[in-house]
C-alpha cells in the first residue's frame, strides 16, 4: 500500500517546486487509468471523485473497490481524495472507507446554491479538521466561491475571489493542509466566451495568497483546458458541445511557480474518455459489449493524463516519496 496523505504529497511538491494534478474519476476503469499515467510517468498522483457522483451504485462500493485498486500500484505514491465535500459527514464516510485526504465545501451552505458566512464555513472546516487529523488524514478547505458546476448538480453562477485577509485568518481558524482558492476559474465543460488573460484569472492572487498562508498548500479548481480538438471529435460523434476556452497549459504550469500545489481537473480528461468512447461507439454498429468503448475510453484518459503529468512537473518525482513511511489506511 503506497497511499499517502494530501500533506505529504504536497510538502513535497513545495519542496520540489512542482504541482500535483488531482483527477476526477468516476468509475473503476478511470481510476485505473489515472493509476496507470503515474506510474508510466513515474509520479505522485491525487485520485478524487465526488460523493454520490459515481457510476456504480453505491460510494461505499465503489470507494473500497477504489482502495483495493490503489493498493495494486505499489510503486505509485496515491492520494486517495474526496472532492467537494459537501457536508462534516460525508467526509467522515471518505475517512472511514480508507481516504487520506478530503476536501470539505463549507464556501456553500448545504443547499450548494446559498453562500456560507465566513463562520459558518469556518466552523464546518474546523470540525472536519478536528476528525481528520485525529484519522491522519488531510484536509482541503475552500475560500470564495469557484463558480460552475463539477458534478451536474446545483449550479452557482458567481465567482467570488477569494481575499488573502481572510485566507490568513480561514487558515488560522481551521488548521487545513490545502486551501482551495477562487482566482477566476470555474467549474464544468464551458469556462470563458474567449481565451482567458491576465484580466480573468487573477495570478496576482495566488503569490499574495501563498505569502500570507506560507504552510498551507493552495490549489487550483476548474483548470481544465478544454482542448478544441476533443471538443471537435465528441461533436464529430453526436456531442453538441459549445465553443468554449479553459486553463491555458502555459498558465497552470506558471500557477505552480506562484504557489499553486494542487491542481484539479475534472474536465480535460472525462473528454478525452468521452471523445475516445463516443468515436468507438460511433465506428462499431454491431458490438454490444461494453468492454471496447471503456477500454477506448481508458486508453484516451491515461494518455492525456500522462501529458498533464508533465505539464505539472510531477511527473519523476514518485522518489521523493520512496523513503517516506506510508500512511496505513484507517
Ligand atoms: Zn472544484
Avoid at 446554491?113 to 474546523?126: G, I, L, P, R
Wanted: aromatic letters at 6%.
Amino acid at each position: 500500500m503506497t497511499l499517502i496523505t494530501l500533506r505529504q504529497a504536497l510538502d513535497a511538491a513545495a519542496e520540489g517546486g512542482y504541482g500535483v494534478g488531482a483527477f476526477n474519476v468516476t468509475d473503476l476503469v478511470q481510476a485505473e487509468a489515472v493509476l496507470s499515467a503515474a506510474r508510466e510517468t513515474d509520479a505522485p498522483v491525487i485520485v478524487q471523485t465526488i460523493a454520490g457522483a459515481s457510476a456504480h451504485g453505491s460510494d461505499e462500493v465503489f470507494w473500497e473497490a477504489l482502495v483495493n485498486l490503489a493498493a495494486r500500484y505499489e510503486d505509485v505514491p496515491v492520494v486517495l481524495h474526496l472532492d467537494h465535500g459537501p457536508s462534516f459527514e460525508d467526509c467522515e464516510r471518505a475517512v472511514n472507507a480508507g481516504f487520506t485526504s478530503v476536501m470539505i465545501d463549507g464556501s456553500l451552505l448545504p443547499d450548494r446554491v446559498s453562500h456560507a458566512t465566513f463562520e459558518q464555513n469556518a466552523a464546518v472546516t474546523k470540525k472536519v479538521v478536528d476528525f481528520a487529523h485525529a484519522h491522519g488524514v488531510s484536509v482541503e478547505g475552500e475560500l470564495g466561491t469557484i463558480g460552475g458546476s463539477e458534478d451536474g448538480g446545483a449550479t452557482v453562477k458567481e465567482i467570488v475571489l477569494a481575499d488573502p485577509d481572510e485566507a490568513e485568518r480561514f487558515v488560522a481558524a481551521t488548521g487545513v493542509d490545502a486551501l482551495a482558492v477562487a482566482i477566476g476559474t470555474s467549474h464544468g465543460a464551458y469556462k470563458f466566451t474567449s481565451p482567458p488573460d491576465g484580466t480573468v484569472l487573477r495570478m496576482d492572487l495566488i503569490s499574495e495568497i501563498a505569502e500570507r498562508v506560507p504552510t498551507t498548500h493552495l490549489v487550483m479548481h476548474g483548470s481544465s483546458s478544454l482542448p478544441a480538438d476533443l471538443r471537435e471529435q465528441i461533436n464529430a460523434y453526436g456531442g453538441a458541445l459549445p465553443e468554449s476556452w479553459g486553463v491555458p497549459e502555459e498558465e497552470k504550469a506558471r500557477s505552480t511557480k506562484l504557489g499553486i500545489r494542487k491542481i484539479n481537473q475534472g474536465m480535460d480528461s472525462h473528454m478525452a474518455y468521452a471523445a475516445a468512447a463516443r468515436r468507438s461507439l460511433a465506428e462499431d454498429g454491431i458490438t454490444v459489449d461494453p468492454a471496447p468503448f471503456e477500454r477506448a475510453g481508458r486508453e484516451a484518459m491515461q494518455r492525456i493524463v500522462a501529458e498533464r503529468m508533465h505539464v505539472f512537473g510531477q511527473a519523476g518525482q514518485a522518489r521523493r516519496h520512496r523513503s517516506a513511511k506510508p500512511v496505513a489506511a484507517s
